[in-house]
């Protein structure tokens, strides 16, 4: 496959990659400005190459992957985990006549870039949970470059048969805690034995897809809510309970301490319905010292 996608401007891929640099698992060149997408279509692994050849006024994107498969289905794929659909300016507009309006200007034309594998995504999340970032990342590397496969310089993370037939002390040499270890193998258990089915989350209410988690052990509402955004792409979440959201709203509002959940959830009702848009601006907004 080799082709060209043109996009609505504005859509900022340097400022993504700047975020996707921070994980050592992604493959990318912010210089050359290029991306290595592993993907899985139809359960097979696919590595995208994806380069930016426009600006972010006038977005322009050359994709190359091996021609034998189908390229219908891999255009599909990338414009789910790129946002490439996502009216991003209309978004911004959106908030026009609200005291957010600065921050969603600040970084106007950012898109939300899922995880490229859905699997993978949820694996992560759990690693993840009660961690500090720096950490987390380090153990995800780990888990990922010891059961996971690399094609084209690009790395998988490994399927669930795999993690499922692990045992725990094999991820407690890699420093993971015993329990975090349980939580990792027996979610890739249900998976493996078909009991929880990631792609047929899709279509659920969002409540329902809480429900199922939230039912497995070691998965809570946090979990569930960043794979909703992160793995399935929802636009309309915001967790409240996520460390950095509470920190950036304390610093956007010069509250003088990290806002109540009560009162997040109710400020949080105004901002429908691009709530996982505005998560991320506040993240940007920590990293960039946006005020």
Known sequence: MDTTVQLEGPYNFDQSL???????????????RTLKMPILIKGKPVVVTLRATGTTE????HLTADANWDKDAILTRVYEIMHFDVPLKRMTGHYENTDLYPLMKQSEGVPFITDFQL????????IHQQLNMAFATT?????????????????FYPDPETVSGLDVQQLRELQFSGRKAEYVIQTSEKIAAGHLDLDG???????????????????????????MMFGLGRMDLFPAQDIGVQNALKQFYHLDQKPSLDWMEKKSADWKPYRSYVTLYLWNS???GIV
């Open 18 to 32: 700047k975020r996707l640099a921070f994980d050592p698992l992604n493959s990318l060149d912010r210089e050359k």
């Open 58 to 61: 006038k977005p322009t994107f």
């Open 119 to 126: 699997y993978g995504c949820l694996m992560k999340t759990i």
């Open 139 to 155: 153990l995800t590397e780990r888990f990922v470059k010891t059961y996971g496969t690399q094609k084209e310089g690009a790395w």
């Open 201 to 227: 989350l899709r279509p659920e209410s969002e409540e329902r897809i809480v429900e199922k988690l939230t039912a497995l052990r070691g998965i809570g509402r946090w979990t569930s809510e960043n794979f």
């Open 286 to 288: 920590l990293e960039n």
